[in-house]
T-cell receptor, first 111, second 113 residues
């Protein structure tokens, strides 16, 4: 079963704009991770944020985590056409080791 | 270095047949995971290995599904008496430590006709 949901389900923006995706989850977590997937295959890890962290940056990516609201957001700044993909948040529940994925956001960046 | 590899990339089989899907993790990664992804959905956890043992198989949908990792490296996911509902992309991932970032293979697309 899915752990949570991403919002929006689909997002279309112009190249150079920022893209924000949100993720909600249901249980206490060890950490939350964001992955990118192109063409329905090949998930690529983007960033990991631990439950005791509130914000993390990696290049053009900024992730926030609010454990009181059980939610996270992924911001991609200055988007590029190559950022077009599906983005998934995934949580590692407290005491577990595997990932529980959300339903994903399909991002389209228009050149 | 080499990433996670999975074979075959595509598998078409008839309902009722037996299939084996192989995963070769990144060298030195002790944790190995299998997930299943249906169209338009996020991956769903099937089973997790730490070394040779299945540490968590709570995601296996029923007893037709079984996985092994006899030498703590390569893993095989085995599906008996396949059903059309088993059609999905089967993803394998490995990680150096548990509860950290996972490295995914390209997946095996299984189609049961």
């Amino acid at each position: 079963s899915q752990q949570g949901e991403e919002d929006p389900q689909a997002l279309s923006i112009q190249e150079g704009e920022n893209a924000t995706m949100n993720c909600s989850y249901k249980t206490s977590i060890n950490n939350l991770q964001w992955y990118r997937q192109n063409s329905g295959r090949g998930l690529v890890h983007l960033i990991l944020i631990r439950s005791n962290e509130r914000e993390k940056h990696s290049g053009r990516l900024r992730v926030t985590l609010d454990t009181s609201k059980k939610s996270s957001s992924l911001l991609i700044t200055a988007s590029r056409a190559a950022d077009t993909a599906s983005y998934f948040c995934a949580t590692v529940k407290t005491g577990a080791n595997n990932l529980f994925f959300g339903t994903g956001t399909r991002l389209t960046v228009i050149p | 270095g080499a990433g996670v590899s999975q074979t075959p990339s595509n598998k078409v089989t008839e309902k009722g047949k037996y299939v084996e899907l192989r995963c070769d993790p990144i060298s030195g990664h002790t944790a190995l995971y299998w997930y299943r992804q249906s169209l338009g959905q996020g991956p769903e956890f099937l089973i997790y290995f730490q070394g040779t043992g299945a540490a968590d198989d709570s995601g296996l949908p029923n007893d037709r599904f079984f996985a092994v990792r006899p030498e703590g490296s390569v893993s095989t996911l085995k599906i008996q008496r396949t059903e059309r509902g088993d059609s999905a992309v089967y993803l394998c991932a490995s990680s150096l430590e548990t509860a950290t970032e996972q490295y995914f293979g390209p997946g095996t697309r299984l189609t049961v006709t």
